[in-house]
């Protein structure tokens, strides 16, 4: 079964990806922040990771850098979902190693297609 971690610190967005993604039958983990979310990285071994860049303590930015610096971790595809639009975002956000940058307001429908063609489902 495929599995996505989704950190984000806002719990709507979270029941709500984590509802459709279990309907499309993707095994969801949730974080509301990102301080422990290389540990649980670790130990779930996700076929995909979506963060929120802004969130308290340890941001989604950080937590990809710590991802991409991982020889374990860093083929693992990041998804940002974040309210930051700029081009210069997007681009630290690429730089960084993200996948796709998506921002909010985003279409649920189109993300979990995205997903879906990621995780190979």
């Known amino acids: 079964?495929?599995?996505?971690?989704?950190?984000?610190?806002?719990?709507?967005?979270?029941?709500?990806?984590?509802?459709?993604?279990r309907s499309e039958g993707i095994s969801v983990v949730t974080l509301r922040e990102g301080r422990n979310a290389l540990e649980v990285i670790r130990r779930e071994r996700p076929d995909l990771v979506i963060l929120d860049w802004m969130m308290p303590e340890v941001s989604g930015l950080e937590i990809c850098a710590s991802i991409k610096r991982d020889p374990d971790l860093k083929d693992i595809p990041i998804f940002m979902l974040t309210a930051k639009g700029e081009d210069t975002h997007e681009r630290l956000?690429?730089?960084?190693?993200?996948?796709?940058?998506i921002t909010k307001p985003f279409s649920p429908?189109?993300?979990?297609?995205?997903?879906?063609?990621v995780v190979g489902k």
């Open 93 to 101: 956000g690429l730089e960084c190693g993200v996948t796709r940058y």
């Open 1 to 21: 079964m495929s599995k996505v971690v989704v950190i984000d610190d806002e719990p709507f967005i979270l029941m709500m990806l984590e509802d459709r993604l």
């Open 109 to 117: 429908k189109a993300l979990i297609e995205m997903v879906k063609k």
